[in-house]
């Protein structure tokens, strides 16, 4: 390992010994979580002050910023749909200890965010509560990586913002949905009776077996509860709702808008979205490179945060084609 690196590595690891406790924001639920990565991740979410049109005081926003800043490109991870930055919690460390600056930033009406003056979170606000993030902490061309439904919030900020973005990250993409369809068309008691059914634990431990290709049981359950820890924050449901009958995510006529350059990373084994896609939205995306994670599911940042890190680093480097 270069020194820079190795440098760069011992004050990462300095600085996440010195996370000890959880932040007083998070549910108590957070001290049952047994997997050391999430626990470690969780203990470093902070909540920046962000200020927007749509709301009159500023949104206390949730995130995990960078140990670091570097002259390269900051990397902002978001996540998949009605998920929060615990999602990064193996592939966060891995592109911290190769010198990127990383932010995890949870994208408006999930994650940790304060929302118990809830503004709107439909499609419109998330994308200005991004911008407004951005321009507030980040305010340079940044490299952004979004997974499964976090990829359609990734296509239309940059086809919005272009100026903000240098380069795209898409994994195992949902971009093709006509955003929540019939769902936005429920009454608002049938919507929140969804939505309760949403956060139940046996929806999301089944939810868990679908997208993952190798998963113990014990790793199921506790990967349950990260996964719906977010869930638990008083405004959820109020947040999910408000999505749900705004129409959600239609990004597929702006996919062949995107002129950055973009890393398409598909699961091959995936069981929730078809790896089919993957040859389409290569196909729709002008300038794009497509990585087909082998013997892995639907998340492969969480199943296969090595290889993911490993070919977005050559991505950086300009070595893929």
Known sequence: ????????????????????????????????????HARQLAKRIQRLPVMTSFSESCIMSSCVKPIQYSESKPVVLLHGFDSSCLEWRYTYPLLEDAGMETWAVDILGWGFSDLKLLPSTCVAAKREHLYQFWRSYICR??????????????????????????????IDASVYAEGTGKLSKLPRAFAY?????????????????????KISLGQLLDWTNVGRLHCLLPWWEDATVDFMVSGGYDVRNMINKVNQMALILWGEDDRVISSGLALNLHADLPNSALYKIQDCGHLPHIEKPKIVTEVFLDFMKGTMV
């Open 193 to 213: 009776a969804g939505v309760a059914l949403l956060k139940s634990i046996p929806l999301r431990f089944y939810a868990n077996m679908v997208a993952f290709k």
């Open 141 to 170: 061309p940044m490299v952004l990586i979004g997974p499964s439904l976090g990829a359609a919030v990734a296509i239309d900020f940059t086809v919005n913002h272009p100026e903000a973005v240098s380069g795209l990250v898409l």
């Open 1 to 36: 390992m270069p020194a820079h690196n190795t440098a760069v590595s011992s004050s990462v690891a300095w600085v996440r010994a010195m996370a000890e406790t959880f932040p007083a924001f998070l549910p108590k639920e957070v001290e049952k979580i047994r997997d050391t």
